[in-house]
């Protein structure tokens, strides 16, 4: 084959098969663009950034949303996954749905920040191609097929939140949050990449699809994976990749830099960065672990049974330090950082059950632990996409009308902003996991994947149990806002008495709080998506 046809099947490859799927992704790549050249061109001075990034914000979840009807309807899996840009990235059901989520929850953000006013119109360009730049980090980290690739998302996801974190200039908190965020995520990047090299250098290749029968050889030539040295080098390299992601899902011990993060942040971009980077950082640890499962069964070891096991040690660790160290705290913000925290250890439970029960799926308890760990964090996922920017986005309100982002600033509400009390209490309802809502739905499948592989091992049992206290001791920091919002008189009542609703954060609240409780109903559409998300990452 001559240089010529490789030139002709790559053509080919790319503008007939790769860029029509990747069209999503293209038009954040051209959202980019237009800020940017808006800002040279001082056409931002005529058309206000704000409305060409909801303009693009809104094509792209547009476009991706197409593929969504195929998804709901395909019973039998005859999507068939492609490989796009020559093996770099993988289009299945699962690029399909995380892609949606995440491009949501930046269509929500700009709208939000568009109605509070966060920044001028002088700012507004730089402010939203960094939205736009950590979107399609992120969207690339739900679909890396390659290990160069997976590394490109994070830090394309996580450079850009360094200086959203401080982009209230002239804030000495928020400077110091970036500096800290910036920090650590610096050296998450380099146990990451070290990881990638290790990993790379052991088994000879960077496509996560070779990946698995890679490593199947070794382990099967020297008994086992870490009977060799390469074994090991590969085995220390997953550790340290999932490592790397763990940063990116504040998960414990990695979870230092979130509340100074967020506290330091404006509330529109801590909302933002607690879950557009952690859809994508599920979606990444899946595409990394899993492969693994196939070479457990194909070799006989057991590094994905173990990897599960630790995540459940690291799941009931990761929600109880969020939970427990949530009850103290007085700023809005900084709660909300410790739940986030807390949230990711409750989802970790359904890629755990997974992986530990992956080995024993041909029996019934075993095969329900698969699905339903992969399909309950996928139900999550979607659920808390609305539950976790519903109270980002009150505290935003409430704190352009009072100048205050702690619960005594939320101390009457009721009267003065009652759609946005109702919002809130909506989001908390789903957060704690009560019925009918996404959130009860979203635990109620990962608590029972945890069970249904505590048949395998007596940790995914008391991970559940750990998961449930948790659930219920979650419940009083939550009532604390319900009470100042719902029970107490205002702490000045003067200045309360100014604040008046406006129409435009009454529907948007609106559009947060109503899905909540809407996922908790009809439940068979995102249950079906998410068996189709299982399949395809299974598959």
Known sequence: MN??????????????????????????????????LARLFQIDRAISPQWIALLGAGTALAIACLPVAN???????????????????????????????????????????????LPDRDDGPDYYTMLTGTTLGAVLMTEANHLLMMFLAVEMASVPGYALVGFQKGRRKSSEAALKY?????????????????????????????????????????????????GRAASI??????????????????????????????????????????????????????????????????LAVNLGLGLAVISMLTMTVGNLAAYPQTNLKRLFAYSTIAHAGYMLMGPAAALVASQAADTAPEHLAVAGGLQGLTYYAAAYVFMNLGPFAVIAFIRNHTFREDIEGCRGMKSHLPIACVAMACCLYGLIGLPPSGGFMGKIMVFYAGLAAGNLSPIMTVMVVVASANTVASLFYYLRIIQSMFLQ???????????????????????????VIVSGIIVSPLVNVAASVARAITS
Do not use: H
């Open 237 to 302: 390299g997953v550790l340290l990749a999932v490592a790397g992601i763990g940063f990116k899902l504040a998960l414990v011990p990695f979870q230092f830099w979130c509340p100074d993060a967020f506290e330091g942040a404006s509330a529109e971009t801590a909302g933002f960065l607690s879950v557009v980077p952690k859809i994508g950082a599920f979606a990444l640890l899946l595409r990394l672990l899993w492969p693994l499962t196939q070479m457990d069964a194909a070799s006989g070891s057991s």
């Open 489 to 515: 008189s205002p702490s000045n009542s003067a200045d309360v008495e100014e604040i008046r609703p406006k129409l435009s954060e009454d529907i948007f609240l609106l559009v947060l709080a109503i899905p």
């Open 71 to 117: 998804v709901i309807a395909d019973g039998s899996g005859t999507l068939r996954p492609t490989e796009l840009f020559s093996g770099l990235l993988r289009w299945d059901e699962a690029t399909i749905v995380f892609r949606v989520l995440i491009l949501a929850a930046f269509f929500l953000t700009v709208w939000l920040s568009m109605l509070t006013g």
């Open 3 to 36: 240089l010529r046809e490789v030139l002709d099947i790559l053509a080919i490859d790319t503008l007939g098969v790769s860029l029509p799927l990747f069209a999503p992704e293209l038009t954040l790549c051209g959202l980019t663009v237009a800020l940017l």
């Open 182 to 230: 910036l920090i650590y995520g610096a050296g998450a990047a380099g146990v990451l990449l070290y990881g990638i090299s290790l990993i790379a250098g052991a088994s000879g290749t960077m496509s996560l699809t070779e990946l698995a029968p890679r490593l199947s050889l070794i382990a099967t030539e020297t008994d086992g994976l870490l009977g060799s040295s390469l």
